[in-house]
């Protein structure tokens, strides 16, 4: 089994890769001083064979030079395909993921000493909410019968438009007639609506309310994300069988998902209503794109196979 060092503690957001790597190899916890920065933050950092591969899990925020220079390979889950420092020689692409329940693994890999880096208080918080994200499931493509959709998006400041899109999905969905809807916008805890109307308010969901409800919808929109992200929801929907539709991405994926076989592009939200209606429509169209989105997920974004081909590029780097 192939040995692993993790030299930093990442945040919740990185619980993905944490799984998919203790899959397949065995870990230990070994702190380097040159990622202590990284702490707490959106990264995980390894070394594997004595190279190392830092796994940038954030918004597109810009690469981090320091852990790029002290790094064999960079890889980028948002890299996006406007921006210099993303074009970087080591900067490499990843597949979409999702934040999920490793909980306990966290707690075991790094324990003390984790709670010593972060502080007693911190470490616990990003316990707490790993154990309220959903357990990683993947179980064979079901059929999705009936006409419910759900979705709930939160309302960012600083994201005009990608909460307008959001919302009129939302909208979308419920004039539809062939939709049975659940969801809408999750109200702001200082009452900011951000311009939007109150019918696209809802209420908020637990992670795992959230994740039990998608996994139910025979339709999903990979909404806009923070600063052009993808959002985590798209490898969720894939793994549970939805129907995808999304906007163009404006990140680079290693291998770019196909119209109409594992995903459904749209334009602009103009397009919502009619391909709302043309899936509700179409069975075997829908299930054809939500088949082949499973499909993809598994042959590309499960933990373990996301695990490997970042080995077998860091052995190749």
Not at 223 to 247: H, K, M, Q, T
Request: aromatic content about 16%; hydrophobic content about 35%.
């Amino acid at each position: 089994m192939h040995k692993v060092t993790i030299l930093n503690i990442p945040n919740y957001y990185s619980s993905f890769y944490l799984l998919g790597l203790e899959r397949i190899a065995n870990l230990r916890y070994n702190p380097r001083k040159e990622f202590a920065h990284l702490n707490g933050k959106p990264f995980l950092v390894i070394e594997y064979k004595g190279k190392i591969a830092v796994i940038e899990n954030d918004d597109p925020i810009g690469v981090d030079m320091s852990a790029y220079s002290d790094s064999d390979l960079y890889f980028a889950t948002n890299k996006l395909l406007d921006r210099e420092d993303y074009s970087l020689k080591k900067v490499t692409p990843l597949f979409p993921h999702y934040s999920i329940d490793n909980s306990f693994a966290y707690l075991k890999l790094f324990g003390f000493k984790g709670m010593g880096a972060l502080g007693a208080k911190e470490f616990l918080r990003q316990f707490y909410i790993l154990f309220r994200r959903p357990i990683l499931t993947n179980k064979p493509f079901e059929h999705l019968e009936g006409n419910y959709v759900f979705f709930s998006g939160s309302i960012w400041k600083k994201e005009n438009w990608a909460n307008q899109m959001r919302a009129e999905f939302v909208t979308a969905c419920k004039s539809n007639p062939y939709i049975e809807f659940e969801g809408g916008m999750n109200p702001r805890t200082d009452g900011d609506l951000c311009g939007l109307p109150p019918s696209v308010m809802d209420k908020r969901y637990t992670p795992k309310d959230f994740s039990e409800k998608s996994s139910k919808s025979i339709i999903g929109f990979s909404n806009p994300a923070v600063l052009d992200a993808v959002s985590w929801r798209l490898g969720e929907y894939w793994n549970y069988g939805c129907f995808v539709i999304s906007f163009p991405f404006k990140i680079e994926i290693p291998t770019i998902p196909i119209h109409g076989n594992h995903i459904h592009y749209i334009e602009g939200p103009e397009e919502f209503s009619d391909v709302l209606t043309f899936a509700m429509k179409n069975p075997d169209y829908r299930e054809k794109v939500a088949k082949g989105g499973k499909t993809y997920f598994q042959e590309n974004c499960l933990p373990e196979i996301q695990a490997k081909r970042i080995f077998d590029l860091l052995e190749n780097s």
